[in-house]
């Protein structure tokens, strides 16, 4: 299995610390808000790559914390007169429960900044020690960019280019314009907890160093997270941790790219971001993850209401092609293709060729569900337990295909106003009364409901 490392701008091979064990922590939600399409894109990827690492074999412990204290959550809840637990409280909530509707596994460990106050401030009292840090005049603590020479090391950024292009402060604060705050001496009516320092709050950058290694150690084999994060808070994740335990901090550095929309970042700062609710008003949750997975996870994923149809129809072609057939059990994949599958997640998790060999095993059930159905349903097996690393194909063909795949608002129709009409156009077709059939199919289709007819009788879907 071959991993692109950011650290290193090539592929290499997965050689864990700890042979057939992946230690792996992401950063996760800032709970201000609802998570839009930028965060699920986040939650899927790194969901697949801890369910292709199990699935070859690993043991996975997966780490994805949740940022519950900083500017952006006191902002909001001096904005909505809200106390910022509650706030945090009802956006982790929600943000659980767009996980669950999107399949998203829940991480091993789920740490929060509140509640990890004593790694916290045990890491910036280690990095004070050490000379990595110091008290401003603000009585805010710094850590020392220049004291750690490999910075910049991640994001191939060069310190002096750095600081000559740093806009020079006219709060002359701290002792170096690069120089980031690990503690923030406490203002009035903002959250503050106790320190060696006085009352104050963490950066947002010390968070993540201490989560993860309270949870994973100080060294570890995989940390991802979004490109946006790359610089500067992983690269001063970085500085900090290393700096602080005097260890490599992480082996391999995954970042994904951007959802872009109009040919932007999708984000909240620029107002143009769809939340996950929102997208699964109009979509299943498996449409939105097989759009997640349609392009490869470091290149940027565009948002538009075609692509997500065109997603749409590629699961309504999958789970037709799994329609009508039994559920047996697996007995062993189809080794060729389940060898061809692995080895295109095996190089980088590559789902967008994984989901092309998803099509290529529904092609021949199609061709050997009518003479061979025995092989045909082994097959469709091998293809639910293959897409099931993707985290797809999880759901009943039935059940899927009478949801509205189109972009429309689901369930204008129920699914027993649907299966009354269907009922009576059968009624006609035994009687030959063809005209009403007919009719009947036009008001079917009106209603965005496609009908296929078999001799055992006629089964429908929603149209995309």
């Known amino acids: 299995m071959k991993i692109f490392n950011t650290l290193s701008g090539q592929k290499e091979p997965l050689r864990p610390i700890e042979p057939g064990k992946v230690r792996m922590y992401v950063c996760g939600m800032t709970v201000y808000d609802l998570c839009h399409l930028g965060h699920a894109r986040v939650l899927v990827i790194f969901d697949v790559v801890v369910r292709h690492l199990r699935d070859s074999g690993y043991e996975v412990t997966y780490v994805r914390n ?3 204290i900083d500017d952006k959550i006191i902002q909001r809840a001096n904005e909505v007169g809200e106390d910022f637990n509650a706030l945090t409280g009802r956006f982790i909530e929600a943000m659980h429960e767009d996980c669950a509707a999107l399949g998203v596994l829940p991480p091993d460990e789920e740490p929060r900044a509140t509640e990890s106050m004593s790694s916290i401030i045990e890491m910036v009292a280690t990095l004070m020690d050490k000379g990595y840090a110091y ?3 603000s009585g805010d603590i710094y850590y020392s960019v220049k004291k750690f020479k490999p910075y910049g090391r991640l994001s191939g950024r060069r310190l002096e280019d750095l600081q000559a292009g740093a806009r020079v402060e ?3 604060a701290k002792a170096d314009p690069m120089d980031f705050v690990l503690w923030k001496r406490a203002k009035t009516s903002e959250p503050s907890w106790d320190s ?3 009352p104050g709050r963490p950066g947002w950058h010390i968070e993540c160093s201490a989560m993860s ?4 150690g100080s060294h570890f ?3 991802g997270g979004g490109m946006d994060l790359k610089f500067p808070h992983h690269e001063n994740e970085i500085a900090q941790s290393e700096a602080a335990t005097g260890e490599p901090f992480v082996n391999c550095w995954m970042h994904n790219g951007f959802v872009r929309v109009a040919e932007e970042k999708m984000s909240k700062s620029l107002g143009n971001f769809f939340t996950v609710r929102e997208v699964l008003k ?3 949750a498996e449409v939105i993850r097989y759009f997640i997975l349609s392009s490869h996870y470091r290149s940027p994923l565009n948002y538009s209401d075609q692509n997500l149809q065109n997603a749409a129809g590629a699961m309504e072609r999958l789970y037709i092609t799994l329609r009508g057939l039994p559920v047996v059990e697996a007995d062993g994949f189809d080794e060729a293709v389940q060898q061809r599958f692995r080895a295109a997640m095996d190089d980088d998790f590559n789902t967008p060729e994984a989901l092309a060999i998803l099509f290529e095993l529904a092609k021949e059930i199609n061709r050997k569900r009518e003479t061979a159905s025995e092989a045909a349903a082994a097959l469709a097996a091998s293809l639910r337990g293959l897409g099931a690393v993707l985290g797809l194909l999880q759901d009943d063909p039935e059940s899927f295909l009478r ?11 129920d699914d027993a106003t649907i299966d009354s009409l269907v009922a009576q156009r059968d009624e006609a077709r035994l009687t030959k009364n063809w005209a009403e059939a007919d009719r009947l199919r036009d008001e079917l289709q009106a209603m965005g409901v496609l009908v296929e007819d078999a001799a055992e009788g006629s089964t429908w879907r929603r149209g995309s």
Do not use: K
């Open 170 to 172: 006219v709060n002359q």
């Open 282 to 284: 109009q979509y299943p």
């Open 196 to 198: 060696p320092w006085g």
């Open 213 to 216: 290694t309270e949870c994973l």
């Open 403 to 413: 949801q509205s795949t189109g972009g429309a608002e689901q369930d204008e129709f």
């Open 221 to 223: 084999d995989i940390h």
């Open 135 to 137: 008290a401003g005049e």
């Open 66 to 68: 949740i940022t519950d």
